[in-house]
């Protein structure tokens, strides 16, 4: 059976992380399939989760950008690349796309950003659970990355939107049920994976 490297994005509190876990948990009824997530659970995604997202002192965004390239690069050479030639099928919660839209909103050149992730595999679908920022800042209750206030998500959105308009993100209206949402996302996904053969 063929591999895939399918993504799905979204806002802090979209549901994401769920949808990723649910879909990879659906799809090992007929399909070998791998949960992953970024930031990686190697050195440098944990270096990236203690110091950046839940640090108390961010560092230049440039930084940032860099680190996550670097985070991706190790996740898809030790993670995703192996298990998709073995085929299986890989679910990442996060890619490319969050660095776009998180560092291209706080100010980055999205052309930039795609030149230091040149070497970073290219997912074969990303889905983004679009959610409003308005609705992500009600559902979160955890303690807040850096990341999450009402202007920034706003500007993340709009970025990913703009990928959505591209036709490189696939959108999901992620203001439904969670079994809605599920539902969706499993269509779409089987939906892509049969065209595959």
Do not use: C
């Amino acid at each position: 059976m063929k591999g895939a490297f399918i993504v799905i994005e979204g806002l802090d509190g979209s549901g994401k992380t769920t949808q990723a876990k649910l879909l990879a948990r659906t799809l090992r009824k007929s399909h070998d399939a791998l949960f992953t997530a970024e930031p990686s659970q190697g050195k440098i995604g944990k270096f990236i989760r203690s110091r950046i997202l839940y640090g108390e002192k961010r560092g230049p965004t440039l930084v940032e950008a860099l680190l996550f390239a670097a985070d991706r690069i190790d996740h898809v050479q030790n993670e995703v690349l192996p298990a998709v030639s073995e085929g299986r099928v890989v679910v990442s919660d996060r890619y490319l796309y969050s660095s776009l839209a998180y560092q291209g909103s706080a100010g980055l050149d999205l052309e930039w950003i795609r030149i230091i992730n040149q070497h970073a595999l290219k997912p074969d679908l990303a889905l983004f659970i679009d959610v409003g920022p308005e609705t992500v800042l009600k559902r979160l209750r955890r303690k807040k990355s850096v990341m999450e206030d009402l202007a920034t998500q706003q500007k993340v959105h709009e970025i990913y939107l703009k990928y959505v308009a591209k036709g490189e993100l696939v959108r999901v209206d992620g203001e439904q049920t969670k079994t809605a949402v599920a539902k969706e996302v499993l269509k779409t996904v089987t939906g892509f994976l049969k065209t595959r053969g």
